[in-house]
């Protein structure tokens, strides 16, 4: 049974939902939790239906279950303030532009944070790199109980941060730091999930900041530009030079920080989000996905 380690850090009327990652924890969000609660926000970090616990836990959901669990959340969150905003790291973004499709009138604005459609960064093993394949072949019976492990340098270029999460994470305790590695039938509901989120871009008009590592190790900057590129309302890109695939623990989390309140009071004041010019000429010079 899944230990239940969500929190909610009370502040004003303007609140922000936090969602994880795939096998990931409601402590990845710990530092932008903190961060826009001093800013004044209140801030729900939740927890994906299945996670926290065992393999068989997680095994025992699908994208649809997390997806729900965000809608909950979200209800919780919403029923105590005034206007909403939704974030989300890798999976989790995909989870945040999912309740922005279900629930437009909802959300004032998303934060996406190392948005995985695909893991095709430089750091995934070539076997690992096929595993968009998975949704076709797990319910042939194929891998059914394999995983994927995660490998070094564990999304973060921060050393003494990297030293912290992968003790805990190799240490037993999933509700600490995630579980060690990504079973492949829940793999391939992420790619289902994407499958359903990408085809429905252009149906999203809620403004996003999109925030990307320049060297992400798990999930190209391809993954910002197919947001930058398909979604129907106004974005801006934050690229991060000095950050692998974890923004919201890495070294350059404050401006992770500063970037979110920043956006968020922009449009609280009414100001537009803009494609930013330079940015998306950049995106552009990597190459189609």
């Given at each position: ?66 997806a729900a669990s965000v809608s909950a959340a979200a209800a919780k969150l919403g029923a105590q303030v005034d206007k909403l905003f939704v974030g989300g790291l890798s999976m989790g973004a ?15 604005g998303l934060a996406l944070y190392g948005t995985t459609f695909r893991y095709d960064g430089w750091a995934v093993p070539a076997i690992a790199k096929l595993s968009f394949l998975l949704p ?59 499958r359903h989120v990408r085809a429905r871009l252009p149906q999203i008009h809620t403004p996003a900041l999109v925030v990307h590592a320049t060297e992400d190790d798990v999930a190209s900057l ?68």
């Amino acid at each position: 049974m899944p230990k239940q380690v969500d929190y909610l850090l009370p502040g004003g009327r303007h609140g922000v939902l936090l969602i994880h990652g795939l096998t990931g924890t409601p402590a990845e969000m710990r530092f932008v939790a903190k961060g826009l609660n001093r800013r004044g926000y209140t801030v729900y970090a939740m927890q994906l239906d299945g996670h926290c616990g065992s393999v068989e836990d997680l095994l025992a959901t699908g994208w649809r279950d997390w997806a729900a669990s965000v809608s909950a959340a979200a209800a919780k969150l919403g029923a105590q303030v005034d206007k909403l905003f939704v974030g989300g790291l890798s999976m989790g973004a995909l989870l945040a532009l999912n309740y922005a499709l279900e629930q437009p009138d909802s959300v004032h604005g998303l934060a996406l944070y190392g948005t995985t459609f695909r893991y095709d960064g430089w750091a995934v093993p070539a076997i690992a790199k096929l595993s968009f394949l998975l949704p076709w072949v797990v319910p042939l019976g194929i891998g059914r109980k394999r995983s994927f492990t995660e490998v070094f340098p564990y999304g973060l270029r921060d050393e003494r941060m990297r030293n912290r999460i992968v003790g805990a994470m190799f240490g037993g305790d999933s509700s600490a730091a995630g579980l060690p590695g990504n079973p492949w039938p829940s793999l391939a509901e992420l790619y289902r999930l994407a499958r359903h989120v990408r085809a429905r871009l252009p149906q999203i008009h809620t403004p996003a900041l999109v925030v990307h590592a320049t060297e992400d190790d798990v999930a190209s900057l391809r993954n910002a530009r197919v947001v930058m590129d398909r979604l129907a309302g106004p974005s801006e890109l934050l690229e991060l030079p000095e950050s692998y695939h974890m923004v919201t623990l890495d070294g350059e989390r404050e401006r992770v920080i500063e970037g979110s309140a920043g956006f968020f009071q922009r449009l609280l004041h009414g100001e537009s989000a803009q494609h930013a010019e330079t940015p998306l000429q950049h995106l552009r010079a990597v190459g189609a996905d």
